[in-house]
């Protein structure tokens, strides 16, 4: 793709992101710590979820000093209902190490040093909160950009950064978030991953992809995944939710839980133990950790 293009591109996608993109009260949140909250709460949660329970966290913990400070039990109740209890552990451990080095480093290599931070969180960190010119790239930039280069699901993990960071080059300074964020709304109104609106969309005079989207396979038969209270992964949210209610004295956590059996209940709880999400509290009880952070942060960042 030519320069000149490039350039077109990232003007068009700008100024219909400043008139035409989401409104969200999150983005007013430009300081490092907040972005770093947010970033990390809108990997696999809904954004108008983290809209309303990133206020709520805000208040709970309005500083990385106060985050960094807190036990990991206050950390997993303030975030009730966000779900993938396992990222407000990375959060909290990454935090931590944060605060001991003086703040949120400003450069992506650096930030990505911190416990659990991986690459696009250290980007958007960069981008957001301190001008930096590398484009984040989750699964919605890559379907944006893989398209507008007729390369979508071809292109390694690597060599798409690299085509991102193409488009960050010409841009002034904090443009680079202006432009990630513009493609993340595109993504989420024109540029959708099953029916993307070409028609209309602000840079399809320039995308290779433009009305040459394949449909996607056909879907599965409705009823044919696994319901979601049938899944580990509700049976885990269940026992955490459990011990946010049980507080500081912990609970017996024997027996079946919904749709699993006795033994299913007792391997989930093994498993929170084991990653550090739950601790013993004496006479067969466990709890929330009433500890600092601590330990290697899982890498879902
Ligand atoms: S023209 Fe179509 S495929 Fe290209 S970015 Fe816009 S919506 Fe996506």
Redo the contacts with the bound molecule.
Sequence with gaps: MSVAATERIGRALISWYRSSGRTLRIRERTDPYSVLVVEVMAQQTQISRVETLAERFFARFPTLADLARAETAEVLEAWRGLGYNRRALALHRAAATAHALGGLPKEVEALQELPGIGPYTARAVAAIAYGGRSIPVDVNIA??VG??LGAEGSLKPRALQEAADRFGEPLGDGEAAAWAQAAMD?AAT???AAA???GD????AD???????AAPPPRRERGSATPFPATRRWLRGRIIDELRDAGAEGAVITGARGLHDAGAVDAALEGLVAEGLVEPAGDGRVRLPRRAAQGAAPSIL
Excluded: F, N
């Design positions: 379907r944006v398209r507008i595109l024109h540029c959708t993307p609106r070409c969309c602000p840079i399809a995308c290779a992809s433009a009305g040459r989207v």
